[in-house]
């Protein structure tokens, strides 16, 4: 599918929306096959200042673009629902973008075969390093979630997962950028408590970071072998390692995790 096949419109370009509008843009998306659709009109003059892109109302998107790609709060999306869903054709794409909704949700406010699929994203997109999982409701085909790749693979990289999958998702993908943000706080905090400087500490920790992040990405290697590589006998790393242990590091992020999850499936069932 070449940038501008489709008509997409970006229904509630809040954060999330507004990462997949730039993202698209970025990708050679033509300006004239985007729509966006806000709550409050200073929003929609930022957009359109911003990206040039028209905004509308979210009934006009639905008449206009071929994708509806859905970005608004979990809470919000029934008002939407009760607002788009009849006038939705069964040969629309939507994407929902809801953390914690399931394309169930939406398939039961929606026309008798509409296509939904489901996209758990994350932050990085902003930098195209995004980490997105698509799944297929009922009804969507195997070129509905080529669509989907194509219009995610810009911002980062691609899978796809079975949406039951999809709470475990947001648990780790979805919500991780926030545990690796609190991890280099705390570690440019211990910086500045050893006796460095905040920006030599933050430059410090955000290089090491990212070459972490590359070598586990391109050598291949299970990330014990590279801390095992760092880790000498009686040296300084495996005596930082067991203070991590001694005070339950790992447990908790298993903790967290679970926690992120069970939330998940908490928004999921306030709207059954």
């Not at 398939?107 to 932050?123: D, Q």
């Not at 997962?161 to 709470?167: A, G, H, L, N, T």
Request: proline fraction near 6%; aromatic fraction near 2%.
């Amino acid at each position: 599918m070449s940038p501008g096949a489709h008509t997409v419109a970006v229904i509630g370009t809040g954060k999330i929306g507004e990462l997949m509008l730039s993202g698209l843009l970025r990708a050679g998306w033509p300006v004239d096959r985007l729509l966006a659709t806000t709550r409050r009109q200073s929003r929609s003059e930022e957009i359109a200042t911003r990206y040039g892109v028209r905004v509308v109302d979210n009934l006009t998107a639905v008449a206009e673009a071929d994708v509806l790609a859905v970005s608004v709060k979990p809470q919000d999306a029934d008002a939407l629902l009760d607002e788009i869903g009849p006038k939705v054709p069964a040969d629309k794409l939507l994407i929902s973008l809801c953390a914690g909704l399931p394309t169930s949700f939406f398939a039961r406010r929606l026309p008798e075969g509409t296509p939904v699929i489901r996209v758990m994203t994350n932050t990085p997109a902003l930098v195209d390093e995004a980490m997105t999982a698509i799944s297929a409701g009922v009804h969507a085909t195997a070129a509905h979630l080529e669509l989907a790749e194509e219009m995610f693979r810009p911002l980062g990289a691609t899978i796809r997962v079975p949406e039951s999958q999809q709470d475990a998702v947001t648990a780790l993908s979805g919500s991780g950028p926030a545990y690796f943000y609190l991890l280099v706080e705390a570690m440019v905090d211990a910086g500045i408590l050893l006796g460095l400087p905040r920006q030599v500490a933050h430059e410090l920790i955000v290089q090491t970071a990212i070459g972490s992040a590359v070598m586990l990405r391109d050598s291949g290697e299970h990330p014990v072998k590279l801390r095992e590589a760092v880790t000498s006998p009686a040296g300084t790393t495996i005596s930082a390692i067991r203070e991590l242990e001694n005070h339950g590091v790992r447990a908790a992020l298993l903790a967290a995790l679970e926690a992120a999850r069970d939330r998940a499936r908490e928004i999921a069932a306030q709207h059954d």
